[in-house]
């Protein structure tokens, strides 16, 4: 019986302690809210006593309308899709981390070129028709060194 009479309480409690709305005119426009301006004439609005309905239906993600719970094919076919969406970013990420790697490894490769070219010592090559080696000339080790260097600028930043 306790119970009962705390809960009948309660709701009465409840249903008073509603919030208020004011209203009030600011530059000749009827505005509401709970906490009006200093000096102007408000106007206080008490809200329903009675609960708020329930929305009739809830809109979906693509504006449509709700029906209600999903049947188990349709649940099969959220899985479905939320699961391809998620393998999707899975290898989207994969790629990134890689191309990442891969970008990293090549930003080193280009220092260490870089730094071998302005050694100053004599840098050799294998000419690939015949087999020789040959040494880079100042000119060549030149061209090499800026093309490190865009190599550098390019996978480094």
Do not use: H
């Not at 709305?21 to 106007?43: F, M």
């Not at 009675?50 to 929305?55: F, I, K, L, M, S």
């Not at 504006?63 to 099969?76: V, W, Y």
């Not at 998620?86 to 490769?109: I, M, V």
């Amino acid at each position: 019986m306790r119970k009962i009479l705390f809960l009948l309480a309660f709701a009465a409690a409840a249903g008073s302690a509603q919030a208020q709305i004011k209203c009030w005119n600011q530059d000749g426009k009827r505005v509401c809210g709970d906490t009006p301006p200093p000096g102007a004439k408000v106007t206080t609005l008490r809200g329903s006593t009675e609960p708020a309905a329930p929305p009739a239906a809830a809109a979906g993600k693509d504006g449509a309308k709700a029906k209600g719970p999903l049947t188990p094919a349709e649940q099969e076919q959220e899985y479905r899709k939320r699961k391809a969406e998620a393998e999707k970013a899975s290898t989207k990420a994969a790629e990134e981390q890689r191309n990442a790697e891969a970008k990293k490894a090549n930003c080193a490769q280009a220092r260490q070129a870089l730094v071998e070219l302005e050694s100053g010592q004599r840098i050799s090559r294998i000419n690939p028709a015949t087999g020789e080696r040959y040494f880079l000339e100042e000119a060549q080790i030149a061209s090499e060194a800026a093309r490190a260097r865009q190599a550098i600028q390019t996978s480094c930043n």
